[in-house]
């Protein structure tokens, strides 16, 4: 049984079968054909946090998929009273056919997965958020960015984590520009220039935004301040100073850049309105394939049950 915690999990090859099931999904869907691959199948959906995007997209995709979600609100269920992790893992897993979770330390992700009988997907954790990255590699290939040269500009957090992990994986060039103070995580950037090393991906870091842009032909960014780090919210706005997506900076991007956001959008700190409202088609494409990418992403574990 395999789990879908980080990008790290898969090879290249597992990677892009998820795609693939994916895009045959996504065409069938268009055409108002539901095909009940997980007929019958329930997902249980842990959440920690808040979330949009992650909840409906899952419970839509489950119910169009054949089965049914069921949202499990921390605030709702034992866990948010002080039930440990592995014994919701071991109850839960018991009933539902697969899992979705939303939480805080990815540790306490693994615990579950440990204790799980059924493959558990990360839905965000403070460390990754993969199948963000899935869905924004679906989007570039819908938008015809074959050799991606992407910019990401901001804080090194989960997002940018799981976008590191993408681009050694898959073998593109990706430049990071983050503030002095909020660079990624030493011990994910060792891990992800390990796995380039194969891949021959090009990862470069940097402290100036116009590097890190220029040229690039897909430009991205994440909010300033993420869910759980609101105390820190003022320290932020000092540091990201200089930091925004604007239209000056996305000048020295390539024409007919792709500009990417994984949502919510903070207009005015991370990203300008003019920048935002210019992309906002691809930015909303992005957030309706959430939809999609995570459907191949629960057919593949869905198909690899039985597999080590
Ligand atoms: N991008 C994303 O994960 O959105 P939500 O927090 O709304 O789920
Ligand atoms: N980095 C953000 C992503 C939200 C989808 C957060 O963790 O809040």
């Known amino acids: 049984?395999?789990?879908?915690?980080?990008?790290?999990?898969?090879?290249?090859?597992?990677?892009?079968?998820?795609?693939?099931?994916?895009?045959?999904i996504k065409k069938q869907t268009k055409n108002r054909k539901f095909v009940p691959y997980m007929e019958h199948q329930t997902l249980g959906m842990i959440f920690e946090k808040s979330s949009t995007r992650t909840r409906v997209s899952f419970e839509t995709g489950i119910y169009q998929l054949g089965g049914v979600g069921l949202f499990l609100s921390s605030n709702d269920i034992q866990l948010g009273r002080g039930e440990p992790m592995k014994d919701t893992a071991r109850?839960?897993?018991?009933?539902?056919?697969?899992?979705?979770?939303?939480?805080f330390e990815h540790s306490k992700l693994e615990e579950f997965a440990e204790y799980s009988n059924v493959p558990v997907i990360n839905g965000l954790t403070d460390s990754y958020h993969p199948v963000q990255l899935m869905t924004d590699y679906l989007t570039m290939l819908e938008c015809g960015v074959e050799e991606p040269v992407v910019a990401y500009v901001g804080d090194g957090n989960n997002v940018t984590h799981s976008w590191l992990i993408l681009a050694a994986k898959l073998g593109f060039e990706l430049r990071v520009a983050t503030p002095k103070g909020y660079e990624c995580d030493a011990s994910i950037v060792a891990e992800a220039l390990e796995i380039a090393k194969e891949s021959g991906a090009e990862i470069i870091f940097t402290n100036d935004p116009a590097e890190a842009v220029e040229e690039a032909n897909v430009v991205t960014t994440d909010t300033w301040v993420s869910m759980g780090q609101e105390d820190e919210k003022e320290n932020r706005m000092n540091a990201f100073k200089g930091f925004i997506v604007d239209e000056e900076l996305m000048e020295l991007a390539q024409q007919d850049t792709l500009f990417l956001h994984c949502l919510p959008a903070y207009r005015g700190y991370e990203v300008s309105e003019f920048v935002f409202e210019k992309h906002a088609d691809e930015i909303f494409l992005e957030a309706e394939n959430r939809l999609h990418a995570q459907k191949g992403i629960m057919v593949w574990l869905d198909q690899h049950r039985d597999v080590n």
């Open 91 to 103: 109850v839960i897993s018991r009933m539902v056919d697969m899992v979705m979770i939303r939480t």
């Open 1 to 24: 049984m395999r789990h879908f915690l980080t990008l790290k999990d898969f090879t290249k090859n597992e990677l892009l079968e998820m795609i693939d099931l994916a895009q045959k």
